[in-house]
């Protein structure tokens, strides 16, 4: 079994800064990508940003230039790094890991989201 456990968020004023933090635990073989997702009230979840196992990582267009994905491999985590936090950054963020188990099939596991909430 793998678990995510998400850590960070919280309240910032616009213009402030967050990090948050994921570290997956388990029987993990691999992982081979890690992504962030936000939850705003009455939205769809979408993708923030995604960082392959190359390295690569891809981001959307009202985070680009804000916002950083990065992954520590040898600690299993992801983070991702806010900065110039704009209100409309407010939602619940969850990470999401692409594992290959030592005992399972690959499949995505997600951590238990957090909140970020940012004042105008």
């Known amino acids: 079994q793998v678990q995510l456990v998400q850590s960070g968020g919280g309240l910032v004023q616009a213009g402030g800064s967050l990090r948050l933090s994921c570290a997956a635990s388990g029987t993990i073989f691999n992982i081979n990508s890690w992504a962030w997702y936000r939850q705003a009230p009455g939205k769809q979840r979408e993708l923030v940003a995604d960082?392959?196992?190359?390295?690569?990582?891809t981001y959307h267009d009202s985070v680009k230039g804000r916002f950083t994905i990065s992954r520590d491999l040898p600690k299993e985590s992801s983070h991702l790094e806010m900065n110039n936090l704009k209100h409309e950054d407010t939602a619940v963020y969850f990470c999401?890991?692409?594992?290959?188990?030592?005992?399972?099939?690959?499949?995505?596991?997600w951590g238990q989201g957090t909140q970020v909430t940012v004042s105008s």
């Open positions: 960082i392959n196992s190359g390295g690569e990582t």
């Open positions: 999401r890991a692409d594992v290959t188990s030592t005992v399972g099939p690959r499949r995505d596991y």
